[in-house]
């Protein structure tokens, strides 16, 4: 790996799961991080979801005072050190759009909501770090508080990524009603995870892995306990899970757990936690799992390590969507080119890094659509980018490359109700003008455009006269998109000098 420095020595993230949420601050030394401070909230977020898809007040309470606390921990910190990320919970509550404003406000910086499948890649990340460097393939599953996560690995690359809807939280709450621990209640809660492990056992064959790893808080729960009580040698059996759940149906309550090794926070989520990973290992043939402390913000964390220093899973998340959906590499160059410099020259000192990156992303994979249909190509190029599993991506920076693609050609009308942010227009005018540009699919000297910038109602391009001269074409096609952005109250000249 690289020994290049990055820019900052010291990195923190919040990962805001479905049980807790947890803040933890690393020093950055060559290629390892070290953890200076680390925080812990239990907030049982996915507790608060109601029967329909909403969070109740009290829960965003909780998580809101959480929010104002790590917000003080983490102040005086730049953006780029800090990567804050929310899971399941925050996937499928409808309010949570909204809570995710107040949260942002609360703590100072923003929220990225992760698809399962990169939850999944992520936590192998971290898990992988905490881990021998050995080259046997690794089966990791994460049990959270509202998803679980599958994944088979080798090394530092995740191979085989799921996510599947079973938490803790959320089957203690559903099949352990009020905290009562039965029998019934077992047999349910067990059946109803196996139904969903079933769905993907074929991806996940034992002569596929050889080691099966548990991180998180329920997989170091049952280790805990059954190395306190002698029930295994510091790893997780199906005999000693099943030795637990016969003890918890004694205890009867959730509240009444007295079993040593056992933390009080984590009594109220063990028997769904339990029924899960008792499932997974019956789904799956698992005979014993090691547990590893490294997990989702560990995880985080070395992604944006990798960030830093021009590792970005983005960028190789890019590559492979333009492979993926045969890409015309060449004509997909030029436009990024071309749209980089409109970029950087309509943003002048205001340049945004950060959104430099999406228009050029946007470039390369403006034309993925075509290999579904030729009309309308772009809608299918911003459906494809808005709902596919794009590694290292967040959903928010999924449907911001989204809305770039979708504007780089046709009505600009639609594009009245799909902007939502005013920062967004220089990046569409950027890919809009560089694909009309390159629509004849030649090479052009790109330094023919001489300046594209803002004006009191709109913007100027400027294109010397010999180039528009001898390109009448496109000069008539500019003379349309005029009229586009005139249309939608946006005034748009086009100066030849």
């Known amino acids: 790996?690289?020994?290049?420095?990055?820019?900052?020595?010291?990195?923190?993230?919040?990962?805001?799961?479905?049980?807790?949420?947890?803040?933890?601050?690393?020093?950055?030394?060559?290629?390892?991080?070290?953890?200076?401070?680390?925080?812990?909230?239990?907030?049982?977020?996915?507790?608060?979801?109601q029967d329909d898809k909403t969070l109740d007040s009290e829960t965003l309470q909780r998580a809101l005072a959480c929010m104002g606390r790590f917000g003080e921990r983490l102040r005086g910190l730049d953006p780029k050190q800090v990567r804050v990320v929310g899971t399941n919970t925050l996937r499928v509550a409808k309010n949570?759009?909204?809570?995710?404003?107040?949260?942002?406000?609360?703590?100072?910086?923003?929220?990225?909501?992760?698809?399962?499948?990169?939850?999944?890649?992520?936590?192998y990340l971290g898990a992988a770090h905490s881990l021998p460097a050995t080259k046997e393939r690794r089966l990791v599953v994460d049990i959270g508080g509202g998803s679980t996560e599958f994944i088979i690995g080798s090394g530092y690359k995740a191979h085989v990524t799921e996510s599947l809807p079973l938490g803790c939280v959320v089957f203690s709450k559903r099949f352990f009603v009020d905290g009562k621990i039965s029998k019934n209640a077992f047999r349910d809660a067990e059946l109803a995870?196996?139904?969903?492990?079933?769905?993907?056992?074929?991806?996940?064959?034992?002569?596929e892995w050889q080691l099966a790893v548990g991180t998180s808080g329920t997989a170091r729960a049952l280790r805990d306990m059954m190395e306190a009580n002698g029930w295994s040698n510091g790893?997780?059996?199906?005999?000693?899970?099943?030795r637990l759940r016969d003890d918890l149906i004694a205890c009867g309550h959730s509240k009444e757990i007295r079993i040593q090794g056992l933390k009080d926070d984590r009594a109220p989520v063990l028997p769904g936690g339990l029924a899960i990973m008792i499932a997974i290992f019956e789904s799956l043939a698992i005979e014993q799992m090691i547990v590893t402390d490294g997990a989702l913000r560990?995880?985080?964390?070395?992604?944006?390590?990798?960030?830093?220093?021009?590792?970005?899973?983005?960028?190789?998340?890019?590559?492979?969507?333009?492979?993926?959906?045969?890409?015309?590499?060449?004509?997909?160059?030029?436009?990024?080119?071309?749209?980089?410099r409109l970029f950087r020259l309509v943003s002048g000192d205001a340049l945004d890094?950060?959104?430099?990156?999406?228009?050029?992303?946007?470039a390369k994979v403006h034309e993925i659509g075509l290999t579904i249909a030729h009309a309308a190509y772009h809608k299918h190029s911003a459906y494809v980018l808005t709902n596919a599993d794009m590694p290292g991506f967040s959903r928010r920076e999924q449907s911001?490359?989204?809305?770039?693609?979708?504007?780089?050609?046709?009505?600009?009308?639609?594009?009245?109700?799909?902007?939502?942010?005013?920062?967004?227009?220089?990046?569409?005018?950027?890919?809009?003008?560089?694909?009309?540009?390159?629509?004849?699919?030649?090479?052009?000297?790109?330094?023919?455009?001489?300046?594209?910038?803002?004006?009191?109602?709109g913007y100027a391009l400027t294109v010397g006269k010999d180039w528009l001269a001898a390109n009448p074409l496109t000069t008539a096609a500019f003379r349309q998109e005029i009229a586009q952005w005139r249309a939608i109250g946006v005034a748009l000249e086009l100066r030849g000098d």
């Open 353 to 362: 890094p950060d959104m430099l990156k999406r228009v050029i992303w946007a």
């Open 235 to 242: 790893e997780i059996t199906l005999r000693g899970m099943k």
């Open 193 to 207: 995870a196996r139904n969903e492990i079933q769905r993907i056992v074929h991806e996940y064959p034992a002569s």
């Open 400 to 457: 911001t490359l989204a809305t770039i693609v979708l504007g780089h050609r046709g009505d600009m009308g639609k594009m009245v109700k799909e902007v939502a942010d005013p920062a967004l227009w220089p990046a569409v005018l950027s890919l809009r003008l560089a694909a009309l540009f390159y629509r004849s699919r030649n090479e052009l000297d790109i330094n023919a455009v001489h300046g594209l910038t803002p004006t009191l109602n």
């Open 96 to 123: 949570a759009p909204e809570f995710i404003v107040e949260a942002e406000r609360l703590l100072g910086f923003p929220i990225e909501i992760i698809a399962g499948r990169e939850e999944a890649r992520l936590i």
């Open 1 to 49: 790996m690289s020994s290049v420095k990055p820019p900052f020595d010291v990195l923190a993230t919040v990962d805001m799961g479905s049980n807790s949420f947890r803040l933890q601050i690393s020093r950055v030394v060559d290629d390892q991080l070290y953890t200076l401070d680390s925080l812990k909230d239990t907030v049982r977020l996915g507790g608060g979801l």
């Open 298 to 340: 560990d995880g985080v964390l070395y992604d944006l390590m990798g960030r830093q220093r021009e590792k970005d899973m983005r960028d190789s998340t890019i590559t492979q969507f333009k492979r993926r959906y045969h890409v015309d590499v060449p004509q997909a160059q030029r436009v990024a080119a071309l749209a980089e």
